[in-house]
């Protein structure tokens, strides 16, 4: 693993000089005459640099690092400081180095000192804040744009070059509850478009935790079947909702999320009350064969549910809290009889199934919100997830970085 021989500063005088031919003096052509400079610039820089830190670092009785055969941190003999050349990707631009290679006395073997005084990784050709950044780029838009804006500002990097930037920076970005926040959150699924299955053929999956300054950071992600995998979403997290006295949970109403939580912790479930009149206009629809949509029936009972689903914020007492729950239910008992009479079968039977869960929170006196905040985080992921198909692992990938990005801190 790469390290870094300074363990003070050093000075490093560099000088060059470039000769260049231009047509005017617009800032567009000296800008352009910079840019065919820069790889050449960039490439003295760097190997003037490195090879004052490895002569710096040679000079040191004890190397700040060792050879990889014996271990040998104190003895060593340069072979060369122009050896082989090898190609790496800076912010700037790829810039072909010379490598800098000494070797051991005493056991005798070789090795090339470039990458490990520029802190990388053996055979490393992209540097961790290179694709970092190229991550980002790639997670906030298209990778077709990514490259022709890369191209605009010098970038000699290629769309495939971003993609593969996007799958490693993923792999870095780990989603969980922080113990510090709000015990409480919510969690939702939203169809995406998955390469060779008609229209949206996977569900991603989202877990968020309300934090205390406000707004929410992401706790999971995964892509999977709509009626699985929410075991996977919440498997990062189990440790801190154990730590939890209680979590709520708020959903819009998909029983199979217990799934990932079931016999592991105790969750108090509440329904999103700004899902079930949003879900209503598709159950409605659904019984189109006995109601009319924007009909007088149509709209009692939307309304009804609307106005029941309203809860007026601040409300301590206990007394009025269980009688405006009394009432609440006792609306939406009528409404329920009110569709079953009219043989609205799947707007009785969503809202049968939904009733039991509605006033969870309000009962246990917390002051988790009700009404949806992951629809914002899901605008911010089919930004950029609706410009195509994909496959499960792009998808995912690409996602994670985003939300990290817009919700979570991540910055390259």
């Known amino acids: ?21 231009i047509k005017d003096g617009s800032l567009t052509t000296i800008l352009s005459a910079f840019c065919k400079l820069l790889p050449q610039m960039l490439k003295d820089f760097i190997e003037k640099v490195v090879v004052g830190l490895g002569e710096y670092a040679m000079g040191l009785k004890k190397k700040p690092f060792c050879c990889d055969e014996c271990g040998n941190d104190g003895e060593f003999i340069w072979k060369t400081r122009h050896g082989k050349k090898t190609k790496i990707l800076t912010v700037f631009t790829w810039v072909i180095l010379h490598q800098l290679q000494v070797q051991c006395k005493k056991c005798g073997s070789k090795m090339y ?25 790639g997670s906030l838009t298209t990778y077709r744009v990514s490259e022709k804006i890369l191209t605009m500002f010098g970038w000699a990097v290629d769309k495939m070059t971003v993609w593969k930037a996007v799958q490693k920076t993923a792999q870095e970005i780990d989603f969980k509850l922080d113990p510090e926040e709000k015990p409480s959150g919510e969690a939702d699924g939203t169809g995406i478009g998955i390469n060779g299955i008609k229209k949206r053929g996977k569900e991603l999956k989202v877990f968020v935790q309300y ?39 708020i959903t819009d109403g998909d029983t199979s999320i217990f799934e990932g ?46 106005e029941i689903c309203a809860i007026r914020p601040l409300v301590d007492c206990e007394e009025t809290i269980k009688a405006m729950i009394a009432s609440k239910k006792e609306r939406l008992t009528k409404v329920i009889e009110y569709c079953r009479e009219r043989e609205y079968k799947a707007t009785v039977e969503y809202l049968e199934n939904a009733k039991d869960n509605m006033f969870t929170a309000i009962n246990n006196r917390l002051h988790g919100k009700t009404t949806s905040r992951v629809e914002r985080v899901f605008k911010t992921v089919n930004m950029r997830i609706n410009v195509g198909k994909w496959s499960v692992d792009g998808g995912l990938n690409v996602t994670k970085v985003r939300l990290a990005y817009y919700y979570n801190g991540f910055d390259a």
């Open 1 to 21: 693993m790469g390290v870094s021989p300074c363990t003070t500063n050093i000075t490093i005088d560099f000088d060059c000089q470039f000769r260049v031919e």
């Open 113 to 137: 000192l470039l990458r490990k005084l520029l802190g990388m990784e053996p055979m490393q050709r992209i540097p961790v804040d290179t694709y970092r950044k190229l991550g980002l780029i």
């Open 211 to 249: 934090k205390q300054g406000g707004g929410v950071r992401v706790a999971g992600v995964h892509i999977g079947n709509y009626n699985g995998g929410w075991e996977k979403l919440f498997k990062n997290s189990l440790g801190v909702l154990k730590g939890f006295k209680k979590f709520l949970l």
């Open 261 to 306: 939580l079931k016999d592991k912790v105790s969750v108090i479930f509440q329904r999103c009350l700004w899902h079930i009149p949003h879900q209503l206009k598709y159950t409605l629809w659904k019984d189109k064969d006995k109601i009319v949509r924007k009909s007088r029936e149509w709209l009692h009972v939307m309304s009804e549910v609307l």
